[in-house]
Protein backbone atom coordinates (compact mmCIF):
# COMPACT_ATOMS: atom_id res chain seq x y z
CA UNK A 1 0.00 0.00 0.00
CA UNK A 2 1.42 3.73 -0.74
CA UNK A 3 0.31 5.73 2.21
CA UNK A 4 0.64 9.02 -0.13
CA UNK A 5 -1.26 8.23 -2.82
CA UNK A 6 -4.39 6.61 -0.28
CA UNK A 7 -4.16 10.07 0.75
CA UNK A 8 -4.13 11.87 -1.99
CA UNK A 9 -6.92 9.59 -3.48
CA UNK A 10 -9.19 9.65 -0.26
CA UNK A 11 -9.18 13.60 -0.48
CA UNK A 12 -11.23 13.43 -3.54
CA UNK A 13 -13.64 11.56 -2.13
CA UNK A 14 -14.13 13.59 1.33
CA UNK A 15 -16.42 12.21 4.32
CA UNK A 16 -18.67 14.80 5.39
CA UNK A 17 -17.93 16.39 8.70
CA UNK A 18 -19.67 14.59 11.66
CA UNK A 19 -21.59 11.87 9.06
CA UNK A 20 -21.80 8.43 10.67
CA UNK A 21 -23.64 5.16 9.18
CA UNK A 22 -23.79 2.00 9.50
CA UNK A 23 -23.56 -1.40 7.50
CA UNK A 24 -27.30 -2.80 7.86
CA UNK A 25 -29.08 -5.88 6.42
CA UNK A 26 -28.68 -4.26 2.96
CA UNK A 27 -25.41 -2.49 3.31
CA UNK A 28 -25.01 1.44 3.33
CA UNK A 29 -28.02 3.06 1.83
CA UNK A 30 -28.95 7.08 2.26
CA UNK A 31 -28.98 10.26 0.66
CA UNK A 32 -26.80 9.43 -2.71
CA UNK A 33 -24.85 12.92 -1.79
CA UNK A 34 -23.59 11.05 1.34
CA UNK A 35 -22.27 8.39 -0.16
CA UNK A 36 -19.02 9.13 -2.33
CA UNK A 37 -16.71 8.26 0.43
CA UNK A 38 -18.00 5.32 1.47
CA UNK A 39 -18.35 4.12 -1.97
CA UNK A 40 -14.35 4.95 -2.49
CA UNK A 41 -13.73 2.60 1.12
CA UNK A 42 -15.67 0.26 -0.02
CA UNK A 43 -13.79 -0.20 -2.95
CA UNK A 44 -11.02 0.05 -0.24
CA UNK A 45 -12.65 -2.90 1.95
CA UNK A 46 -13.31 -4.85 -1.42
CA UNK A 47 -9.79 -5.47 -2.21
CA UNK A 48 -8.62 -6.35 1.33
CA UNK A 49 -11.66 -8.69 1.41
CA UNK A 50 -10.42 -10.19 -1.87
CA UNK A 51 -7.10 -10.74 -0.21
CA UNK A 52 -7.92 -11.92 2.61
CA UNK A 53 -10.27 -14.74 1.29
CA UNK A 54 -8.21 -14.96 -1.85
CA UNK A 55 -11.15 -14.88 -4.32
CA UNK A 56 -13.19 -12.64 -5.99
CA UNK A 57 -15.45 -10.19 -4.09
CA UNK A 58 -18.51 -8.42 -5.66
CA UNK A 59 -18.98 -4.82 -4.93
CA UNK A 60 -22.74 -3.47 -6.09
CA UNK A 61 -23.84 0.09 -6.11
CA UNK A 62 -27.86 0.33 -5.65
CA UNK A 63 -30.50 1.15 -3.20
CA UNK A 64 -32.96 -1.71 -4.38
CA UNK A 65 -36.24 -0.06 -3.77
CA UNK A 66 -35.77 3.26 -2.14
CA UNK A 67 -36.49 6.26 -3.64
CA UNK A 68 -34.16 7.45 -6.59
CA UNK A 69 -32.39 10.36 -4.80
CA UNK A 70 -31.16 7.45 -2.12
CA UNK A 71 -28.11 5.09 -3.50
CA UNK A 72 -26.32 2.09 -1.64
CA UNK A 73 -23.63 -0.45 -1.48
CA UNK A 74 -23.16 -3.93 -0.55
CA UNK A 75 -20.16 -6.26 -0.73
CA UNK A 76 -21.12 -9.95 -2.03
CA UNK A 77 -18.90 -13.05 -0.73
CA UNK A 78 -17.13 -15.51 -3.02
CA UNK A 79 -20.15 -17.98 -3.30
CA UNK A 80 -22.40 -14.43 -3.80
CA UNK A 81 -23.38 -14.51 -0.58
CA UNK A 82 -23.97 -11.28 1.35
CA UNK A 83 -20.76 -10.28 3.22
CA UNK A 84 -19.68 -12.25 6.15
CA UNK A 85 -20.97 -10.62 9.51
CA UNK A 86 -17.60 -10.61 11.20
CA UNK A 87 -16.59 -7.92 8.12
CA UNK A 88 -19.83 -5.68 8.16
CA UNK A 89 -18.14 -4.41 11.08
CA UNK A 90 -14.94 -3.30 9.45
CA UNK A 91 -17.27 -1.89 6.86
CA UNK A 92 -18.58 0.47 9.11
CA UNK A 93 -15.24 1.14 10.95
CA UNK A 94 -14.43 2.27 7.94
CA UNK A 95 -16.97 4.22 6.45
CA UNK A 96 -16.71 6.24 9.93
CA UNK A 97 -12.92 6.81 9.73
CA UNK A 98 -11.80 10.20 9.91
CA UNK A 99 -9.46 10.97 7.18
CA UNK A 100 -6.20 11.25 9.06
CA UNK A 101 -7.37 7.73 10.53
CA UNK A 102 -8.04 6.08 7.51
CA UNK A 103 -4.64 4.42 7.28
CA UNK A 104 -4.86 3.76 10.67
CA UNK A 105 -7.60 1.75 10.44
CA UNK A 106 -7.24 -0.47 6.92
CA UNK A 107 -3.98 -1.46 9.32
CA UNK A 108 -5.93 -2.55 12.00
CA UNK A 109 -8.13 -4.52 9.70
CA UNK A 110 -5.78 -5.91 7.96
CA UNK A 111 -3.78 -7.06 11.42
CA UNK A 112 -7.69 -8.55 12.77
CA UNK A 113 -8.54 -10.45 9.57
CA UNK A 114 -5.13 -11.75 8.67
CA UNK A 115 -5.06 -10.01 5.03
CA UNK A 116 -1.51 -10.57 2.97
CA UNK A 117 -1.07 -7.04 1.36
CA UNK A 118 0.67 -8.80 -1.16
CA UNK A 119 -1.76 -11.17 -2.76
CA UNK A 120 -3.69 -10.33 -5.58
CA UNK A 121 -6.61 -8.88 -5.45
CA UNK A 122 -9.98 -8.73 -7.45
CA UNK A 123 -13.12 -7.19 -7.86
CA UNK A 124 -16.52 -7.28 -9.54
CA UNK A 125 -18.39 -3.90 -9.76
CA UNK A 126 -21.99 -3.26 -10.89
CA UNK A 127 -24.62 -0.72 -10.54
CA UNK A 128 -28.54 0.00 -10.97
CA UNK A 129 -29.97 2.65 -13.29
CA UNK A 130 -30.12 5.31 -10.40
CA UNK A 131 -28.89 9.04 -11.65
CA UNK A 132 -26.10 8.64 -9.29
CA UNK A 133 -25.08 5.47 -9.84
CA UNK A 134 -22.39 5.58 -12.46
CA UNK A 135 -20.49 8.25 -10.65
CA UNK A 136 -20.44 6.76 -7.54
CA UNK A 137 -19.83 3.08 -9.00
CA UNK A 138 -16.41 5.04 -10.54
CA UNK A 139 -15.36 6.15 -6.91
CA UNK A 140 -15.50 2.47 -5.92
CA UNK A 141 -13.50 1.67 -8.89
CA UNK A 142 -11.07 4.27 -7.57
CA UNK A 143 -10.88 2.86 -3.98
CA UNK A 144 -10.01 -0.98 -5.57
CA UNK A 145 -7.22 0.72 -8.10
CA UNK A 146 -5.46 2.74 -5.64
CA UNK A 147 -4.86 -0.66 -3.44
CA UNK A 148 -3.66 -2.16 -6.42
CA UNK A 149 -6.90 -4.29 -7.24
CA UNK A 150 -8.01 -5.78 -10.33
CA UNK A 151 -11.18 -4.80 -11.09
CA UNK A 152 -14.36 -5.99 -13.68
CA UNK A 153 -16.98 -3.11 -14.24
CA UNK A 154 -20.03 -5.45 -15.33
CA UNK A 155 -22.13 -1.67 -15.27
CA UNK A 156 -25.54 -1.83 -15.06
CA UNK A 157 -26.54 -5.36 -13.77
CA UNK A 158 -29.27 -6.36 -11.78
CA UNK A 159 -27.97 -7.18 -7.74
CA UNK A 160 -28.48 -10.76 -8.12
CA UNK A 161 -26.76 -10.81 -11.73
CA UNK A 162 -23.75 -9.81 -9.79
CA UNK A 163 -23.90 -12.40 -7.15
CA UNK A 164 -24.37 -14.60 -10.08
CA UNK A 165 -20.67 -13.65 -11.79
CA UNK A 166 -19.24 -13.26 -8.62
CA UNK A 167 -20.76 -17.18 -7.56
CA UNK A 168 -19.61 -18.07 -11.65
CA UNK A 169 -16.14 -16.90 -11.06
CA UNK A 170 -15.30 -18.57 -7.74
CA UNK A 171 -16.14 -21.86 -8.78
CA UNK A 172 -13.94 -21.61 -12.16
CA UNK A 173 -17.14 -21.65 -13.96
CA UNK A 174 -18.67 -24.52 -12.20
CA UNK A 175 -21.78 -22.94 -11.61
CA UNK A 176 -21.69 -20.91 -14.82
CA UNK A 177 -19.99 -18.41 -17.30
CA UNK A 178 -19.79 -15.31 -15.91
CA UNK A 179 -20.71 -13.10 -18.27
CA UNK A 180 -24.16 -11.72 -18.79
CA UNK A 181 -24.28 -14.36 -21.68
CA UNK A 182 -23.88 -17.15 -19.76
CA UNK A 183 -26.99 -15.96 -17.43
CA UNK A 184 -29.27 -15.79 -19.64
CA UNK A 185 -28.57 -18.79 -21.40
CA UNK A 186 -28.70 -21.05 -18.48
CA UNK A 187 -31.78 -19.52 -17.19
CA UNK A 188 -32.99 -19.59 -20.88
CA UNK A 189 -31.82 -23.44 -21.83
CA UNK A 190 -33.54 -24.40 -18.00
CA UNK A 191 -36.60 -22.55 -18.65
CA UNK A 192 -37.19 -24.18 -21.89
CA UNK A 193 -36.31 -27.52 -21.04
CA UNK A 194 -38.98 -27.34 -18.34
CA UNK A 195 -41.83 -26.45 -20.52
CA UNK A 196 -40.94 -28.45 -23.27
CA UNK A 197 -43.22 -30.66 -21.02
CA UNK A 198 -46.03 -28.66 -20.66
CA UNK A 199 -49.72 -28.94 -22.06
CA UNK A 200 -50.13 -26.76 -24.84
CA UNK A 201 -52.09 -23.65 -23.57
CA UNK A 202 -53.74 -20.87 -24.72
CA UNK A 203 -52.45 -17.07 -25.54
CA UNK A 204 -54.20 -15.72 -22.21
CA UNK A 205 -52.50 -18.23 -19.55
CA UNK A 206 -49.10 -17.57 -21.50
CA UNK A 207 -49.25 -14.06 -21.30
CA UNK A 208 -47.67 -12.34 -18.23
CA UNK A 209 -47.79 -8.47 -17.40
CA UNK A 210 -44.25 -7.22 -15.68
CA UNK A 211 -43.98 -4.07 -13.69
CA UNK A 212 -40.54 -2.78 -13.70
CA UNK A 213 -40.44 -0.31 -11.11
CA UNK A 214 -38.72 1.60 -13.58
CA UNK A 215 -35.46 0.05 -12.95
CA UNK A 216 -32.85 -2.13 -14.06
CA UNK A 217 -35.28 -5.10 -14.50
CA UNK A 218 -36.71 -3.58 -17.76
CA UNK A 219 -33.57 -3.16 -19.39
CA UNK A 220 -31.98 -6.85 -18.53
CA UNK A 221 -35.67 -8.13 -19.15
CA UNK A 222 -35.40 -6.96 -22.55
CA UNK A 223 -31.53 -7.87 -23.09
CA UNK A 224 -32.86 -12.03 -22.43
CA UNK A 225 -36.15 -11.45 -24.69
CA UNK A 226 -34.24 -13.13 -27.61
CA UNK A 227 -33.61 -15.98 -25.57
CA UNK A 228 -37.13 -16.74 -24.50
CA UNK A 229 -38.73 -19.66 -25.70
CA UNK A 230 -41.61 -17.92 -27.80
CA UNK A 231 -44.48 -19.41 -25.61
CA UNK A 232 -43.32 -16.69 -23.23
CA UNK A 233 -45.31 -13.81 -24.09
CA UNK A 234 -44.32 -11.14 -21.90
CA UNK A 235 -44.67 -7.28 -21.66
CA UNK A 236 -43.24 -4.81 -20.25
CA UNK A 237 -44.72 -1.79 -18.11
CA UNK A 238 -42.65 1.05 -16.26
CA UNK A 239 -39.42 0.47 -17.97
CA UNK A 240 -37.72 3.68 -17.08
CA UNK A 241 -38.39 5.50 -20.03
CA UNK A 242 -40.94 7.75 -18.70
CA UNK A 243 -41.52 8.41 -14.90
CA UNK A 244 -39.12 7.74 -11.57
CA UNK A 245 -37.55 5.12 -10.17
CA UNK A 246 -40.07 2.68 -7.71
CA UNK A 247 -42.20 6.15 -7.56
CA UNK A 248 -45.51 4.51 -6.91
CA UNK A 249 -44.85 1.34 -8.13
CA UNK A 250 -42.37 -1.58 -7.90
CA UNK A 251 -42.78 -4.70 -5.61
CA UNK A 252 -41.96 -2.70 -2.06
CA UNK A 253 -45.01 -0.35 -3.07
CA UNK A 254 -47.19 -3.28 -3.92
CA UNK A 255 -46.65 -5.16 -1.12
CA UNK A 256 -46.89 -2.07 1.61
CA UNK A 257 -49.63 -0.57 -0.32
CA UNK A 258 -51.42 -4.03 -1.18
CA UNK A 259 -52.98 -2.18 -4.38
CA UNK A 260 -51.71 -2.20 -8.24
CA UNK A 261 -49.07 0.19 -9.20
CA UNK A 262 -49.33 2.60 -11.52
CA UNK A 263 -48.60 2.66 -15.04
CA UNK A 264 -49.85 -0.94 -15.64
CA UNK A 265 -53.01 -1.71 -17.77
CA UNK A 266 -54.41 -4.27 -15.69
CA UNK A 267 -57.57 -6.39 -17.02
CA UNK A 268 -59.69 -8.89 -15.11
CA UNK A 269 -57.80 -12.36 -14.12
CA UNK A 270 -54.72 -11.42 -15.81
CA UNK A 271 -51.31 -12.21 -14.29
CA UNK A 272 -49.21 -9.10 -13.61
CA UNK A 273 -45.82 -9.38 -11.27
CA UNK A 274 -43.85 -6.41 -10.02
CA UNK A 275 -39.85 -6.35 -9.38
CA UNK A 276 -38.23 -3.99 -7.27
CA UNK A 277 -35.42 -1.47 -8.33
CA UNK A 278 -32.81 -3.92 -8.56
CA UNK A 279 -34.59 -6.66 -9.20
CA UNK A 280 -33.80 -9.01 -6.56
CA UNK A 281 -37.61 -9.25 -5.23
CA UNK A 282 -41.22 -10.14 -6.99
CA UNK A 283 -44.59 -10.07 -6.14
CA UNK A 284 -47.09 -11.20 -8.13
CA UNK A 285 -51.06 -10.08 -8.06
CA UNK A 286 -54.36 -9.88 -10.48
CA UNK A 287 -57.64 -8.42 -10.50
CA UNK A 288 -60.58 -10.14 -9.61
CA UNK A 289 -64.32 -10.02 -12.24
CA UNK A 290 -65.18 -7.63 -9.46
CA UNK A 291 -62.36 -5.60 -9.66
CA UNK A 292 -60.93 -6.95 -5.98
CA UNK A 293 -57.00 -6.73 -6.06
CA UNK A 294 -55.64 -9.69 -4.97
CA UNK A 295 -51.59 -9.89 -4.10
CA UNK A 296 -49.94 -13.18 -4.71
CA UNK A 297 -46.45 -12.22 -2.13
CA UNK A 298 -43.52 -14.24 -1.21
CA UNK A 299 -44.94 -16.41 0.98
CA UNK A 300 -47.38 -17.74 -1.42
CA UNK A 301 -44.53 -18.24 -4.35
CA UNK A 302 -42.80 -20.18 -1.32
CA UNK A 303 -45.82 -22.11 -0.77
CA UNK A 304 -46.46 -22.55 -4.49
CA UNK A 305 -42.58 -23.61 -5.10
CA UNK A 306 -42.65 -25.55 -2.01
CA UNK A 307 -45.61 -27.93 -3.68
CA UNK A 308 -43.70 -28.93 -6.63
CA UNK A 309 -40.93 -30.00 -5.39
CA UNK A 310 -42.32 -31.79 -2.71
CA UNK A 311 -44.28 -33.77 -5.41
CA UNK A 312 -41.42 -34.06 -7.05
CA UNK A 313 -38.92 -35.04 -4.20
CA UNK A 314 -41.77 -37.64 -3.41
CA UNK A 315 -41.32 -39.24 -7.17
CA UNK A 316 -37.77 -39.66 -6.94
CA UNK A 317 -37.90 -41.53 -3.76
CA UNK A 318 -34.73 -39.90 -1.92
CA UNK A 319 -34.53 -39.52 1.98
CA UNK A 320 -33.89 -35.76 1.01
CA UNK A 321 -34.79 -33.27 3.47
CA UNK A 322 -37.05 -30.27 2.84
CA UNK A 323 -37.52 -27.04 4.65
CA UNK A 324 -39.37 -23.88 4.14
CA UNK A 325 -37.12 -20.35 5.72
CA UNK A 326 -39.66 -17.38 6.56
CA UNK A 327 -39.21 -14.52 8.97
CA UNK A 328 -42.06 -12.97 11.75
CA UNK A 329 -43.69 -11.11 8.57
CA UNK A 330 -44.71 -14.24 7.24
CA UNK A 331 -48.64 -14.46 6.89
CA UNK A 332 -49.79 -16.91 9.46
CA UNK A 333 -52.14 -18.45 7.08
CA UNK A 334 -48.60 -19.11 4.80
CA UNK A 335 -47.17 -20.85 7.80
CA UNK A 336 -50.55 -23.03 9.02
CA UNK A 337 -50.58 -23.90 5.28
CA UNK A 338 -47.01 -25.46 4.86
CA UNK A 339 -46.74 -27.05 8.32
CA UNK A 340 -50.62 -28.33 8.72
CA UNK A 341 -51.71 -29.34 5.41
CA UNK A 342 -48.16 -29.35 2.65
CA UNK A 343 -46.47 -30.98 6.27
CA UNK A 344 -43.16 -29.04 6.10
CA UNK A 345 -41.21 -27.97 8.39
CA UNK A 346 -40.80 -24.39 8.53
CA UNK A 347 -38.17 -21.87 10.69
CA UNK A 348 -38.83 -18.58 11.75
CA UNK A 349 -35.88 -16.62 11.61
CA UNK A 350 -34.59 -12.35 11.88
CA UNK A 351 -35.52 -10.17 9.16
CA UNK A 352 -32.17 -9.75 6.38
CA UNK A 353 -31.55 -12.46 3.61
CA UNK A 354 -28.26 -13.85 5.15
CA UNK A 355 -30.28 -15.26 8.60
CA UNK A 356 -32.53 -16.81 5.93
CA UNK A 357 -29.81 -17.69 3.34
CA UNK A 358 -27.76 -19.28 6.18
CA UNK A 359 -30.73 -21.44 7.88
CA UNK A 360 -31.78 -22.24 4.59
CA UNK A 361 -28.30 -24.08 4.23
CA UNK A 362 -28.92 -26.82 6.62
CA UNK A 363 -30.67 -28.92 4.19
CA UNK A 364 -30.86 -30.53 1.22
CA UNK A 365 -33.75 -28.48 -0.21
CA UNK A 366 -34.38 -25.01 1.50
CA UNK A 367 -37.50 -22.61 0.55
CA UNK A 368 -36.71 -19.59 1.90
CA UNK A 369 -38.51 -16.30 1.16
CA UNK A 370 -39.38 -13.20 2.22
CA UNK A 371 -43.02 -12.26 2.66
CA UNK A 372 -41.99 -9.24 0.64
CA UNK A 373 -40.63 -11.23 -2.45
CA UNK A 374 -37.22 -11.50 -2.09
CA UNK A 375 -36.00 -15.27 -2.20
CA UNK A 376 -34.86 -18.20 -3.55
CA UNK A 377 -34.10 -22.54 -2.90
CA UNK A 378 -30.99 -24.05 -2.07
CA UNK A 379 -29.99 -27.59 -2.95
CA UNK A 380 -27.24 -29.07 -0.84
CA UNK A 381 -24.32 -30.48 -2.94
CA UNK A 382 -25.38 -33.93 -1.93
CA UNK A 383 -28.96 -33.45 -2.80
CA UNK A 384 -27.68 -31.80 -6.00
CA UNK A 385 -25.52 -34.69 -7.12
CA UNK A 386 -27.89 -37.06 -6.46
CA UNK A 387 -30.73 -35.36 -8.78
CA UNK A 388 -27.93 -35.11 -11.65
CA UNK A 389 -27.37 -39.04 -11.31
CA UNK A 390 -30.76 -39.69 -11.01
CA UNK A 391 -31.57 -37.98 -14.17
CA UNK A 392 -28.78 -39.73 -16.24
CA UNK A 393 -28.62 -43.11 -14.68
CA UNK A 394 -32.09 -43.69 -12.76
CA UNK A 395 -33.65 -46.71 -15.09
CA UNK A 396 -37.51 -45.91 -13.68
CA UNK A 397 -38.96 -43.66 -15.89
CA UNK A 398 -40.93 -42.07 -13.46
CA UNK A 399 -38.38 -40.82 -11.16
CA UNK A 400 -35.97 -40.38 -13.96
CA UNK A 401 -37.87 -37.71 -15.50
CA UNK A 402 -39.09 -36.35 -12.21
CA UNK A 403 -35.34 -35.97 -11.34
CA UNK A 404 -34.88 -34.18 -14.74
CA UNK A 405 -37.03 -31.80 -13.36
CA UNK A 406 -35.84 -31.70 -10.96
CA UNK A 407 -31.86 -30.68 -12.14
CA UNK A 408 -33.79 -27.91 -14.82
CA UNK A 409 -35.37 -26.18 -11.57
CA UNK A 410 -31.52 -26.39 -10.05
CA UNK A 411 -30.38 -24.65 -13.17
CA UNK A 412 -33.28 -22.11 -13.03
CA UNK A 413 -32.79 -21.02 -9.43
CA UNK A 414 -30.20 -18.38 -8.62
CA UNK A 415 -29.21 -20.61 -5.90
CA UNK A 416 -26.72 -17.05 -4.84
CA UNK A 417 -30.00 -14.92 -4.07
CA UNK A 418 -33.05 -13.76 -4.24
CA UNK A 419 -33.45 -13.17 -8.32
CA UNK A 420 -36.89 -11.50 -9.62
CA UNK A 421 -36.27 -12.73 -13.40
CA UNK A 422 -34.93 -16.51 -12.16
CA UNK A 423 -38.01 -16.59 -9.84
CA UNK A 424 -40.35 -15.23 -12.44
CA UNK A 425 -39.50 -18.06 -14.75
CA UNK A 426 -39.16 -20.66 -11.28
CA UNK A 427 -42.94 -19.14 -11.62
CA UNK A 428 -44.28 -19.17 -14.70
CA UNK A 429 -42.37 -22.63 -15.23
CA UNK A 430 -44.46 -24.38 -12.47
CA UNK A 431 -48.21 -23.02 -13.03
CA UNK A 432 -47.66 -23.58 -16.74
CA UNK A 433 -46.49 -27.58 -15.58
CA UNK A 434 -49.14 -28.02 -13.27
CA UNK A 435 -51.52 -26.04 -15.62
CA UNK A 436 -52.30 -23.65 -12.79
CA UNK A 437 -54.50 -20.31 -13.39
CA UNK A 438 -53.43 -17.48 -11.22
CA UNK A 439 -56.37 -17.23 -9.31
CA UNK A 440 -55.91 -21.45 -8.72
CA UNK A 441 -52.68 -20.50 -6.97
CA UNK A 442 -53.82 -17.48 -4.73
CA UNK A 443 -56.85 -20.28 -3.71
CA UNK A 444 -54.18 -22.78 -1.88
CA UNK A 445 -54.73 -20.53 1.24
CA UNK A 446 -56.58 -17.21 2.25
CA UNK A 447 -54.04 -14.76 3.53
CA UNK A 448 -55.31 -13.21 6.95
CA UNK A 449 -55.77 -9.69 6.50
CA UNK A 450 -52.43 -7.71 7.93
CA UNK A 451 -50.69 -4.07 8.02
CA UNK A 452 -47.36 -2.78 7.90
CA UNK A 453 -47.00 0.41 9.37
CA UNK A 454 -43.87 2.39 10.68
CA UNK A 455 -43.67 4.66 13.92
CA UNK A 456 -40.84 7.35 14.07
CA UNK A 457 -39.16 7.54 17.04
CA UNK A 458 -35.95 9.69 18.97
CA UNK A 459 -33.73 6.41 18.71
CA UNK A 460 -34.86 3.15 17.22
CA UNK A 461 -32.23 0.99 19.09
CA UNK A 462 -34.34 1.78 22.36
CA UNK A 463 -36.12 -1.63 21.32
CA UNK A 464 -34.44 -4.89 21.34
CA UNK A 465 -36.36 -7.82 19.96
CA UNK A 466 -36.15 -11.51 20.64
CA UNK A 467 -36.92 -15.10 19.39
CA UNK A 468 -36.74 -14.33 16.09
CA UNK A 469 -37.81 -10.50 16.17
CA UNK A 470 -41.38 -12.04 17.78
CA UNK A 471 -41.02 -10.52 20.98
CA UNK A 472 -39.65 -7.08 22.26
CA UNK A 473 -37.43 -7.32 24.57
CA UNK A 474 -37.27 -3.03 25.63
CA UNK A 475 -38.44 -1.12 26.18
CA UNK A 476 -39.85 -2.61 29.87
CA UNK A 477 -43.97 -2.86 29.46
CA UNK A 478 -43.76 -3.26 26.20
CA UNK A 479 -44.36 -6.48 25.43
CA UNK A 480 -46.81 -6.79 27.80
CA UNK A 481 -48.96 -3.88 26.28
CA UNK A 482 -48.66 -5.50 22.88
CA UNK A 483 -50.00 -9.38 24.16
CA UNK A 484 -52.96 -7.42 25.64
CA UNK A 485 -53.85 -5.71 22.14
CA UNK A 486 -53.57 -9.27 20.61
CA UNK A 487 -55.36 -10.89 23.17
CA UNK A 488 -58.45 -8.91 22.09
CA UNK A 489 -58.84 -10.08 18.38
CA UNK A 490 -59.28 -13.40 16.96
CA UNK A 491 -56.36 -15.39 15.30
CA UNK A 492 -53.66 -11.95 15.76
CA UNK A 493 -50.71 -11.34 15.87
CA UNK A 494 -48.59 -8.57 16.29
CA UNK A 495 -44.54 -7.32 16.69
CA UNK A 496 -42.13 -4.39 16.26
CA UNK A 497 -38.77 -3.92 15.30
CA UNK A 498 -36.11 -1.16 14.33
CA UNK A 499 -35.78 -1.20 10.43
CA UNK A 500 -32.56 -1.90 9.10
CA UNK A 501 -32.56 -0.10 6.78
CA UNK A 502 -34.53 3.53 7.41
CA UNK A 503 -34.93 5.47 10.64
CA UNK A 504 -38.29 4.18 12.01
CA UNK A 505 -39.44 0.96 13.74
CA UNK A 506 -41.44 -1.03 11.91
CA UNK A 507 -45.35 -2.80 13.19
CA UNK A 508 -46.70 -5.24 12.00
CA UNK A 509 -50.36 -6.62 12.49
CA UNK A 510 -52.63 -9.18 10.92
CA UNK A 511 -55.80 -10.60 12.21
CA UNK A 512 -58.52 -12.04 11.23
CA UNK A 513 -61.64 -11.14 10.19
CA UNK A 514 -63.90 -10.48 7.16
CA UNK A 515 -62.27 -6.99 6.14
CA UNK A 516 -58.97 -5.71 7.00
CA UNK A 517 -60.42 -3.57 10.38
CA UNK A 518 -58.97 -6.08 13.06
CA UNK A 519 -55.69 -5.80 11.23
CA UNK A 520 -55.76 -1.94 10.80
CA UNK A 521 -57.01 -1.46 14.13
CA UNK A 522 -54.67 -3.44 15.84
CA UNK A 523 -51.61 -1.85 14.25
CA UNK A 524 -52.66 1.46 14.78
CA UNK A 525 -53.23 0.42 19.26
CA UNK A 526 -49.22 -1.01 18.63
CA UNK A 527 -47.91 2.35 16.79
CA UNK A 528 -49.67 4.26 19.26
CA UNK A 529 -48.08 1.77 21.82
CA UNK A 530 -44.53 1.93 20.48
CA UNK A 531 -45.09 6.11 20.29
CA UNK A 532 -45.98 6.36 23.86
CA UNK A 533 -43.34 3.51 25.10
CA UNK A 534 -40.28 3.82 23.11
CA UNK A 535 -40.16 7.93 22.22
CA UNK A 536 -42.44 8.45 19.69
CA UNK A 537 -41.09 11.60 17.69
CA UNK A 538 -44.01 14.19 15.94
CA UNK A 539 -47.62 13.58 15.93
CA UNK A 540 -48.91 10.18 17.26
CA UNK A 541 -50.15 7.92 14.80
CA UNK A 542 -53.43 8.20 13.63
CA UNK A 543 -56.09 5.46 12.69
CA UNK A 544 -56.23 4.09 8.98
P1 LIG B 1 -35.87 -3.46 7.26
O1 LIG B 1 -35.83 -2.01 6.86
O2 LIG B 1 -34.80 -3.90 8.20
O3 LIG B 1 -37.26 -3.83 7.70
C1 LIG B 1 -36.22 -4.22 4.70
C2 LIG B 1 -37.17 -5.38 4.56
C3 LIG B 1 -36.37 -6.66 4.70
C4 LIG B 1 -35.20 -6.73 3.73
C5 LIG B 1 -34.38 -5.43 3.82
C6 LIG B 1 -33.29 -5.36 2.78
C7 LIG B 1 -39.51 -5.58 5.28
C8 LIG B 1 -40.47 -5.51 6.40
N1 LIG B 1 -38.22 -5.36 5.58
O4 LIG B 1 -35.59 -4.34 5.96
O5 LIG B 1 -37.24 -7.75 4.53
O6 LIG B 1 -35.63 -7.00 2.42
O7 LIG B 1 -35.22 -4.28 3.70
O8 LIG B 1 -33.68 -4.78 1.59
O9 LIG B 1 -39.92 -5.81 4.14
ZN1 LIG C 1 -33.97 -5.13 -4.01
Not at 237 to 248: F, P, Q
Not at 412 to 418: E, M
Amino acid sequence: MDPEALKKYSALHPKPAGLSLQYGTAGFRTRAEQLDHVMFRMGLLAVLRSRAVGATIGVMVTASHNPEEDNGVKLIDPLGEMLHPSWEEYATQLANAEEQELQQVITEICQKAAVNQHKDASVFVGRDTRPSSEKLSQSVIDGISVLGGQYHDYGLVTTPQLHYMVCCQNTQGQYGKATLEGYYEKLSKAFTELIKQCPSSGESQRRLKIDCANGIGALKLSEMKPYFPKEVLIHLYNDGTKEKLNHLCGADFVKVHQEPPRGIDMKPNERCCSFDGDADRIVYYYKDAAGRFHLIDGDKIATLISIFLKELLGKVEQPLKMAVVQTAYANGSSTRYLEETLKVPVHCVKTGVKHLHHKAQEFDVGVYFEANGHGTVLFSKAAESKIRQLAREEKDDKKREAAKVLEHMIDLINQTVGDAISDMLVIEAILALKGLTVQQWDAIYTDLPNRLLKVQVADRRVIATGDAERRALTPAGLQEELDGLVGKYRLARAFVRPSGTEDVVRVYAEADAQGRENADALAHEVSLAVYNLAGGKGAPPQPI
